[in-house]
């Protein structure tokens, strides 16, 4: 996956149009270490179509296998992952949709958005061809994509599409009657975004499992729960993995030497650094680097 749209408080969002906060693309897990993208989040809609391959895909906790020609949607500010235990390859098309296509930014849009794709509504929607309405999903991100490779993009067109793909899965995304009656799932969520978030905005510092529970404000033990529960990993393994994935970044686009990659990302020596990324991806980091030099 050329995947670069993660959490907005966290990754760049390359939309494909300046201005325009849609993002349309055909991605492979073999571009991610491990076959596996980070865990996250974002305001965005997410839509998945799997062209070749299967992969399995994590939301809010559970985990959904998908096989060619099968889709996914993810609703807005879910924890999502797509990953393969095996390490199989898998290509599909990835589209991300911003709310503010919606009219979000306005009182009427807002209403509507939080209504149809709140938290009051489902995580997901497993998209098949079985049935009659998830085939119209499907067909509207093929088509979404062709027309996004034209030469000649019809802003109309697109957004056209990009309403008829919404509306159609709005109208199918079932509310949740136990959130609605119990605010503890509210709550539960808005501790562990707050608690990523901080994550994302302060992985160069040093942090400890009280300053990442204090930013949900919860206890050290209910940290590690929902840490358990959202991501199936522990405060410290999803800050390490975050911590990676940007020193990831930073070899294959900057000149910053080692050490300076390793106090960027939060690691106290350079030593350690090169242990923990051997660890997870598998090389040391001058190897990784020079893989993707000229």
């Known amino acids: 996956m050329a995947l670069e749209v993660f959490s907005d408080m966290s990754e760049r969002l390359n939309y494909n149009l300046p201005g325009f906060p849609l993002y349309v693309r055909k991605g492979d897990l073999i571009s991610f270490e491990k076959h ?15 062209l070749d391959g299967a992969m399995d895909y994590f939301i809010n906790g559970q985990t959904i296998h998908l096989n060619k020609g099968q889709g996914i949607f993810v609703n807005s500010r879910r924890l999502h992952y797509g990953f393969s235990d095996e390490n199989s390859d898998c290509s599909y098309i990835v589209i991300v949709i911003h709310p503010s296509i919606l009219g979000e930014n306005t009182p009427v849009g807002k209403d509507f958005f939080e209504s149809k ?10 998209l098949s061809s079985e049935l009659q309405w998830p085939e119209k999903i499907l067909s509207s991100i093929k088509r979404l994509f062709d027309e ?22 709005a109208e199918n995304l ?34 400890t499992l009280d300053d990442i529970a204090a930013a949900g404000s919860v206890c050290r033990s209910k940290c590690c729960q929902l840490f358990g ?23 294959k686009e900057s000149n910053m030497s080692i050490l300076e990659v390793a106090i960027a990302c939060g690691f106290q020596s ?25």
């Not at 305001?43 to 998945?48: A, G, K, S």
């Not at 996004?148 to 899965?169: D, E, F, R």
Request: aromatic share 14%; charged share 20%; glycine share 4%.
């Open 117 to 126: 794709f709140g938290f009051e509504t489902a995580d997901f929607l497993l």
């Open 36 to 50: 596996a993208a980070a865990c996250h989040w974002h305001p965005d809609l997410e839509y998945i179509l799997i």
């Open 229 to 251: 529960e959202y991501t199936g990993q522990t405060p410290n393994s999803y800050l390490i993995g975050y911590r990676i994935r940007k020193s990831c970044e930073m070899l």
């Open 148 to 169: 996004i490779q034209t030469t000649k993009q019809n802003p109309l067109h697109i957004l056209s599409i990009v309403m008829s793909l919404c509306s159609n899965t």
């Open 174 to 207: 079932l509310s949740s009657p136990e959130r609605k009656s119990n605010n503890i799932n509210v709550n539960s969520w808005m501790a562990v975004r707050n608690m990523t978030a901080y994550i994302y905005q302060k992985y160069e510092d040093k942090i």
């Open 270 to 294: 350079p030593s350690y650094f090169t242990h923990v990324f051997q660890k997870e991806i598998g090389q040391i980091p001058r190897e990784y680097r020079n893989q993707f030099k000229p």
